[in-house]
């Protein structure tokens, strides 16, 4: 019902900017809450940013610190990661992830799961 594709990951310096972005090549009738987790060697995968299907009321992980900005584009089937000022340790692969409502996501879990995307922060 429900695949995810990630791009637009990549290596960069520390302060440059990457935008990630989402596609559900198989969209459907229902709404789903779209979020992006992220995950490094040793560490649980863990939720960045999440919004409701609607675009409204983005939510964001204390690490973040105002950096990123999250989007949704229904009429595009997709959802956007806008990164800026990139520090290494934002370095993992980047999973986007998809879910009934905003909370599911929030909590650190999904039902959908994209294959990731690496991104390499180096100093």
């Known amino acids: 019902q429900v695949q995810l594709v990630e791009s637009g990951g990549g290596s960069v310096q520390v302060g440059d900017s990457l935008r990630l972005s989402c596609r559900n090549s198989?969209?459907?009738?229902?709404?789903?809450?779209m979020g992006w987790f992220r995950q490094t060697p040793g560490k649980e995968r863990e939720v960045v940013a999440a919004?409701?299907?609607?675009?409204?009321?983005?939510w964001y992980a204390r690490f973040v610190r105002g950096r990123f900005t999250i989007s949704i584009d229904n009429d595009k089937n997709t959802v956007a990661l806008q990164m800026n000022d990139l520090q290494p340790s934002d370095t993992a692969v980047y999973f986007c992830?998809?879910?009934?409502?905003?909370?599911?996501?929030?909590?650190?879990?999904?039902?959908?799961w994209g294959q990731g995307t690496q991104v390499t922060v180096s100093s």
């Open positions: 992830a998809a879910a009934d409502v905003q909370a599911t996501l929030i909590r650190g879990t999904a039902d959908y």
């Open positions: 198989a969209p459907s009738i229902s709404r789903h809450a």
């Open positions: 919004v409701p299907w609607h675009g409204s009321g983005p």
